[in-house]
């Protein structure tokens, strides 16, 4: 269809299209009259994602993603059941069970199921909670019969927020106090048990600290150090002492000792003297001379001296070997007993580490449990919220529903819809010539003239267009004043 035969028609059948719209217009005028009125209150909170912890311990809601999730939880336990709950017993609608809202849900469900699972649910159909994009503003809005029930529940619908968020943060931190506090008392028995056994450990083994112990060590350590370096210079001293013994013991007239010997080298100069002399008067006298028998005994005397000063000499390197051999076992036995001991006291200075580092890691473990029972115990406590109240509902001065001026405009547009369906229907089932057009397409004729309307033609017989008149002339044959089939 062009859009000259649409107005055609539109023009044609107009009254229809009035009478449809106006229809429409006056039934949605009535059912909207009819309607029962609906208020609508809205509250507005303020959450503050940044201190959402009151000890600041954490501020994991830095991040925009994580802004926006916490948003959407916070929406999501508005319109929680537990905040529904608590709604209702805020409000009594739990307290009588023979009023209204009782008797429709007896008639709907018979009885069977929970009344306040029920109720949350119809409740929550009734509730318009809207998050402000890029910030903490929540708006909760909530729809009644009557205005103030309106403003009422949307009030408590905010308060009871705010108290499900603080519980929702205390109970946890209320039930890790009490796991705290009985893990605390676990750790400081713990923590006594290893005090006891430490100070038991010192007690039997006569340590006041375990720095005294590191002390004690220290010193013993040196005097094992200290013995180690005698028993090395007394074995270099008994074996020289050794070495010269038995030198001695072979040909004591060549031991360096026996030698070196002051007396020895004093009485061996003068038995060469007394020898010398000897061979002198031997060479004057006669071997049986009193001179030469006198001088012949000093000189076996002298050498009996030397003989026996060299035996003596070389018995004191025995002597002197014995008393190096003696010392050298001494401080070999001293040497094992101080290194048995020094061995003793490390043990002894390790198991009281042991013992220590068990107290530091109890005392720890004890303090770090101790700090967080304080910290949820604090948390347990809390009484400020992270939700600011920014507006309360106050009862509504007009319906939110039914609108009377939008229903009317919904109305128009959708009645001049139909309006227009319906005359298109009309046309299409009852066809009428609405332009010249339409001549050839719903009679399958040739067009012989076109009459113009009077406001068109100036007048009438004017403007005529005939087919005598440079139009098509009909076909031989045919009656006049007949078109031809």
């Known amino acids: 269809m062009s859009l000259a035969r649409f107005l055609l028609t539109l023009k044609a059948r107009w009254l229809t299209a009035v009478l449809v719209l106006a229809t429409v217009l006056a039934v949605t005028a009535l059912v909207s009259a009819l309607l029962p009125k609906q208020y609508s209150a809205t509250s507005m909170v303020l959450v503050d994602i940044k201190s959402a912890?009151?000890?600041?311990v954490s501020a994991q809601q830095q991040q925009s993603g994580q802004a926006a999730a916490y948003m959407a939880t916070q929406v999501d336990l508005i319109q929680s059941e537990r905040v529904a709950r608590a709604v209702m017993a805020a409000t009594g609608m739990t307290r009588d069970p023979n009023d209204a809202t009782h008797q429709l849900w007896r008639s709907k469900t018979g009885g069977v199921g929970d009344f306040e699972e029920w109720q949350a649910a119809r409740m929550k159909k009734k509730l318009d909670?809207?998050?402000?994009?890029?910030?903490?503003?929540?708006?909760i809005g909530y729809t009644a019969d009557d205005r103030q029930s309106a403003a009422q529940i949307a009030n408590a619908y905010v308060q009871a927020y705010v108290d499900t968020s603080l519980a929702l943060r205390?109970?946890?931190?209320?039930?890790?106090?009490?796991?705290?506090d009985e893990r605390a008392t676990q750790l400081r028995a713990s923590l006594d048990a290893a005090q006891a056994k430490l100070s038991d450990f010192q007690r039997q083994h006569g340590l006041l600290t375990i720095g005294g112990a590191e002390e004690r060590l220290d010193v013993?350590?040196?005097?094992?150090?200290?013995?180690?370096?005698?028993?090395?210079?007394?074995?270099?001293?008994?074996?020289?002492?050794?070495?010269?013994?038995?030198?001695?013991?072979?040909?004591?007239?060549?031991?360096p000792e026996v030698i070196n010997n002051p007396v020895i080298s004093g009485l061996s100069a003068e038995v060469l003297r007394q020898e010398t002399r000897l061979n002198e008067m031997s060479a004057r006298l006669g071997d049986r001379h009193p001179s030469i028998v006198e001088q012949r005994a000093a000189v076996a005397q002298l050498r009996s001296q030397l003989a026996s000063e060299s035996r003596r000499v070389a018995a004191s390197l025995g002597v002197s070997d014995t008393v190096n051999q003696q010392?050298?076992?001494?401080?070999?036995?001293?040497?094992?007993?101080?290194?048995?001991?020094?061995?003793?006291?490390?043990?002894?200075?390790?198991?009281?580490?042991?013992?220590?580092?068990?107290?530091?890691?109890?005392?720890?473990?004890?303090?770090?449990?101790?700090?967080?029972?304080?910290?949820?115990?604090?948390?347990?406590?809390?009484?400020?919220?992270?939700?600011?109240?920014l507006k309360t509902a106050t009862p509504p001065a007009?319906?939110?529903?039914?609108?009377?001026?939008?229903?009317?405009?919904?109305?128009?547009?959708?009645?001049?819809v139909l309006a227009l369906v319906v005359v298109l229907v009309q046309e299409q089932r009852n066809r009428r010539l609405r332009c010249a057009d339409d001549?050839?397409?719903l009679l399958d004729l040739p067009l012989l003239v076109e009459i113009p309307s009077r406001h068109r033609a100036g007048g009438a017989g004017q403007g005529l267009s005939l087919p005598g008149l440079g139009g098509?002339?009909?076909p031989s044959g045919t009656p006049k004043g007949r078109l031809p089939a």
Do not use: H, Y
């Not at 912890?53 to 600041?56: E, G, N, Q, T, Y």
């Not at 007009?398 to 001049?416: W, Y």
């Open 220 to 255: 013993e350590t040196a005097r094992l150090n200290e013995l180690s370096s005698q028993l090395v210079s007394l074995q270099a001293q008994t074996g020289e002492s050794g070495s010269r013994q038995s030198q001695a013991r072979a040909n004591p007239e060549k031991s």
């Open 472 to 474: 098509p002339r009909p």
């Open 170 to 180: 205390v109970e946890p931190a209320r039930t890790s106090t009490t796991f705290f």
């Open 327 to 389: 010392r050298l076992a001494q401080v070999r036995a001293s040497l094992e007993a101080q290194r048995t001991k020094v061995l003793e006291l490390t043990t002894r200075r390790d198991e009281a580490r042991v013992l220590q580092k068990d107290v530091q890691n109890a005392q720890s473990a004890f303090d770090a449990v101790t700090g967080r029972s304080t910290q949820s115990a604090t948390e347990s406590q809390a009484r400020m919220s992270n939700v600011s109240v």
């Open 439 to 441: 001549v050839p397409e």
């Open 53 to 56: 912890d009151p000890l600041a």
């Open 398 to 416: 007009l319906a939110s529903s039914p609108q009377m001026d939008v229903n009317l405009g919904v109305a128009a547009l959708l009645g001049s």
């Open 129 to 139: 909670v809207r998050p402000t994009k890029e910030s903490g503003i929540i708006s």
